[in-house]
């Protein structure tokens, strides 16, 4: 059965860093391309970062540019997402899914939650 488990997230001030991991269980992850979501209260679920298989390519929300990193270690089935000068508009769960493509997202986990306070 695949699993993923996020974790990392808290409660920090603006201007603060979190990094998040996603642990891979059941699932050969290097097979798989990973993204992170979130979903902010009274708001839809967002796409805020992708890593291709074998790190070599990223892709990033406009919105998290230039803040957010995210990477990969596929020796440990794990992928991260670097969170570096935040903001409140950051506030959400923040989700780790993985996908086949062409398929689409279908795994995901249980969500681990981020607040920024101002």
């Known amino acids: 059965q695949v699993q993923l488990v996020e974790s990392g997230g808290g409660l920090v001030q603006t201007g603060a860093s979190l990094r998040l991991s996603c642990v891979a269980s059941g699932v050969i992850l290097g097979a798989y391309v990973m993204g992170w979501f979130r979903q902010g209260p009274g708001k839809e679920r967002e796409f805020v970062a992708s890593?291709?298989?074998?790190?070599?390519?990223?892709s990033y929300a406009e919105s998290v540019k230039g803040r957010f990193t995210i990477s990969r270690d596929n020796a440990k089935n794990t992928a991260y997402l670097q969170m570096d000068n935040l903001k409140p508009e950051d506030a959400a769960v923040y989700y780790c899914a993985a996908k086949r493509p062409p398929d689409e997202y279908k795994y995901w986990g249980q969500g681990t939650q981020v607040t920024v306070s101002s």
């Open positions: 890593v291709s298989r074998f790190g070599g390519t990223t």
